[in-house]
């Protein structure tokens, strides 16, 4: 199992963003891929989940409406994207193997966005 | 949803023992088994040390450990190695988001 993700952004606030996450050595459509938050020097935040197969997507209360989750499974590519970006959206983001009740074992290596104007 | 309840840093000298808790509610940690702890190194991805509240995955050292009373999870490391300083993670399967995932705010280990 492997998930490999975009690499690092230098935004300005206003811009738009969308990274990726590339899943391969397992069934990419029978999994979900969820995001994960770390702003520097702070801990872990879930912020939604995808289901491949069909593109439903889970929201965590605090990330709905700021982010967007989408999949592409004919490229085994999941997609986290912003609109309009603020200096607080300043983290790394990590992909993830997700299914309900599991653990989260596979990650992808991460993926910085710095916005500053 | 609000994230588990972890203390902010943990400390103990190399060989000895320390538990890091995780608190939460029925509809998280005490509600379900699904209960995870992850090791982050500065830098580094997260890495699973203990899932289902006290199972270990293949290549993890015994002296990591889990477990659970009432809606309190807890993560034992024993005989301390100067490797183990990082931050430490756990999370819980919810009911509470539709995200069914929730992590815990994040333990630094610091060995002494």
């Known amino acids: 199992v492997q998930l490999v993700q975009s690499g690092a952004e230098v935004k300005k606030p206003g811009e738009s963003l969308k990274i990726s996450c590339k899943g391969s050595?397992?069934?990419?459509?029978?999994?979900?891929i969820g995001w994960v938050r770390q702003v520097p020097g702070k801990g872990l935040e879930w912020m939604g989940i995808?289901?491949?197969?069909?593109?439903?997507?889970r929201y965590s209360p605090s990330f709905q409406g700021q982010v967007t989750l989408s999949v592409d499974k004919s490229i085994s590519t999941a997609y986290l994207q912003w609109s309009s970006l603020r200096a607080s959206d300043t983290a790394m983001y990590y992909c993830a193997k997700y299914n309900y009740g599991e653990p989260v074992a596979y990650w992808g290596q991460g993926t910085l966005v710095t916005v500053s104007s | 949803q609000s994230a588990l309840t972890q203390p902010a840093s943990v400390s103990g000298s190399p060989g000895q023992s320390i538990t890091i808790s995780c608190a939460g509610t029925?509809?998280?940690?005490?509600?379900?088994?699904?209960v995870s702890w992850y090791q982050q190194h500065p830098g580094k991805a997260p890495k699973l040390v203990i899932y289902?509240?006290?199972d270990r995955p293949s290549g993890v050292s015994n002296r990591f450990s889990g477990s659970k009373s009432g809606n309190t999870a807890s993560l034992t490391i024993s005989g301390l190695q100067a490797d183990d300083e990082a931050d430490y993670y756990c999370s819980s399967y919810t009911i509470t988001s539709a995200s069914t995932l929730v992590f815990g705010g994040g333990t630094k280990l610091t060995v002494l």
């Open positions: 289902d509240v006290s």
């Open positions: 995808i289901y491949p197969a069909d593109s439903d997507t």
């Open positions: 050595g397992y069934s990419f459509s029978s999994f979900w």
């Open positions: 029925s509809s998280d940690v005490g509600g379900y088994n699904y």
